[in-house]
């Protein structure tokens, strides 16, 4: 499958690596198929690519890369939806709101993205813990973990 984005050029997909959100992402909810994509350039980040429309590209982390005391209590009924038998299928994902002036980023660890590796799910949900910040500062945890390495998530990696 041919992949275009505005962001990040062209990807050829030659494998099963395209998460169906049934409900779309709240904001998009008419878009239900997306990548992740690995850029060097930005790593630690990955990014929530649309293969529906080649102009939305979220920016996410993995949260416990960076929040060490991160912890999401899923419902029952939600893990079921995604199919998810298997904690080690689970990939939690947090978008990053990038504004114009970037130390101000924040990461909302509120509204986790939710994905089952193994059968291609995903959904967004939203945590019932009133002590998990919509907006979390993230950008000095971001430049520290950009000066070391970084993880693949299983993610599609485009270098340059």
């Not at 709101?97 to 291609?120: C, D, F, H, W, Y």
């Given at each position: 499958m041919f992949i275009e984005t505005e962001r990040f050029g062209n990807f050829d997909l030659k494998d099963g690596r395209i998460i169906h959100f049934p409900l779309?992402?709240?904001?998009?909810?008419?878009?239900h198929l997306f990548i992740i994509l690995?850029?060097?350039?930005?790593?630690?980040l990955y990014w929530l690519q649309s293969v529906?429309?080649?102009?939305?590209?979220?920016?996410?982390?993995?949260?416990?890369?960076f929040v060490d005391d991160y912890y999401i209590d899923?419902?029952?009924?939600?893990?079921?939806?995604?199919?998810?038998?298997?904690?080690?299928?689970?990939?939690?994902?947090?978008?990053?709101?990038?504004?114009?002036?970037?130390?101000?980023?924040t990461v909302n660890l509120a509204s986790p993205i939710i994905i089952n590796a193994r059968e291609g799910l995903g959904k967004q949900i939203i945590v019932d813990a009133k002590e998990l910040p919509v907006r979390y500062p993230i950008y000095t945890a971001i430049m520290e973990r950009m000066k070391g390495g970084a993880s693949n998530a299983g993610s599609i990696e485009k270098n340059g």
């Amino acid at each position: 499958m041919f992949i275009e984005t505005e962001r990040f050029g062209n990807f050829d997909l030659k494998d099963g690596r395209i998460i169906h959100f049934p409900l779309g992402i709240p904001g998009f909810e008419e878009l239900h198929l997306f990548i992740i994509l690995e850029i060097s350039e930005s790593r630690p980040l990955y990014w929530l690519q649309s293969v529906e429309n080649k102009y939305i590209a979220l920016p996410v982390i993995i949260p416990f890369d960076f929040v060490d005391d991160y912890y999401i209590d899923v419902r029952e009924n939600e893990l079921m939806e995604l199919k998810i038998e298997d904690k080690n299928d689970l990939l939690v994902m947090n978008v990053v709101v990038i504004p114009e002036k970037i130390q101000n980023m924040t990461v909302n660890l509120a509204s986790p993205i939710i994905i089952n590796a193994r059968e291609g799910l995903g959904k967004q949900i939203i945590v019932d813990a009133k002590e998990l910040p919509v907006r979390y500062p993230i950008y000095t945890a971001i430049m520290e973990r950009m000066k070391g390495g970084a993880s693949n998530a299983g993610s599609i990696e485009k270098n340059g």
